[in-house]
């Protein structure tokens, strides 16, 4: 049993329980800079990185979530308070997201790009790990949440 320590604002407290990459907010008129990029991710899916198309730039949202939705099994795509968020989709089947920090779209999307984001989806205090142990508010906004992985 290895107990960890988390930072987590209220609002996006499912999210961080379901596994989820949080990045940057999404701007209206698009991302600038995604034509030709990759993200890497070695959970879920196969390690392939999901590559952006050359065109158009800026990408809008739909572009893409319907990129990496197509190009990475079982990964969601969405917007959560304007930011993008990328989940896992199949908690029985996969128990964490492993995006690497090299991809090259990593920046413009607003993940890491000095070390790899990895989030689990965590179970019940009574299950086995990944399961969440025990939250509570530290400051306004902000709970403090013990996981055991």
């Known amino acids: 049993m290895a107990l ?9 407290l499912q999210l961080f329980l379901r596994g989820a990459a949080i990045g940057r907010v ?9 034509a030709g990029t ?3 991710f070695s959970y879920p899916g196969d390690g392939t990185p ?4 050359l065109t158009p730039d800026p990408m809008p949202f739909l572009n893409i979530k319907n990129e990496i939705e197509a190009q990475v099994l079982r990964a ?14 199949h908690p029985h089947i996969d128990s964490k997201l ?9 920046g413009p999307l607003g993940f890491d790009i000095q070390k790899d984001t990895e989030s689990l989806w965590y179970g019940p205090p009574d299950g086995p790990a990944p399961r969440l142990i ?11 949440v013990v996981t055991d992985e």
């Open 50 to 53: 999901c590559t952006f198309p």
């Open 4 to 12: 960890k320590t988390h930072m987590v604002p209220i609002k996006d």
């Open 26 to 34: 999404m701007p209206p008129e698009g991302i600038y800079g995604l």
């Open 76 to 89: 969601a795509v969405f917007l959560h308070y304007g930011r993008i968020v990328i989940a896992l989709t």
């Open 38 to 40: 990759s993200l890497d």
């Open 134 to 144: 025990a939250f509570h508010q530290i400051s306004d906004g902000f709970l403090q």
């Open 98 to 106: 492993l995006m690497r920090w090299w991809g090259t779209a990593n």
